[in-house]
């Protein structure tokens, strides 16, 4: 009990030591918090043309590109998963042949 007692003294004690943030620091802050928010604006407009959401105020250009990288995403994801089931399948191929090692095995005993 006397520990956390102790424990709570010296908590208390260092948060009042604590020194307050200068102007400087909260105005740094405060500027990269704004920097942030807006990109996360910028991300969460293109996050919602992505997925087809608001797409009326785009230029053909901005849709041209747009398409282009729906295009290459979806190559990406195809490629992938190609790559998936290919590894799929030579994991399952040497599984059967290990499968065809023991069975021999057992039919030779």
Request: aromatic content about 4%.
């Amino acid at each position: 009990m006397l520990k956390t007692l102790e424990r709570y003294q010296r908590y208390i004690f260092a948060s009042q030591d604590a020194v307050a943030p200068t102007s400087d620091e909260m105005q740094n802050n405060y500027l990269e918090y704004m920097e942030l928010k807006a990109r996360v604006e910028v991300l969460q407009h293109s996050q919602r043309n992505l997925l087809g959401e608001d797409l009326a105020p785009l230029s053909t250009t901005e849709l041209d590109q747009l398409e282009s990288q729906v295009g290459k995403t979806l190559r990406q994801i195809r490629s992938r998963k190609t790559q998936v089931l290919l590894d799929e399948m030579c994991d399952l191929k040497r599984k059967e042949q290990m499968l065809q090692d023991a069975n021999m095995t057992l039919k030779r005993k």
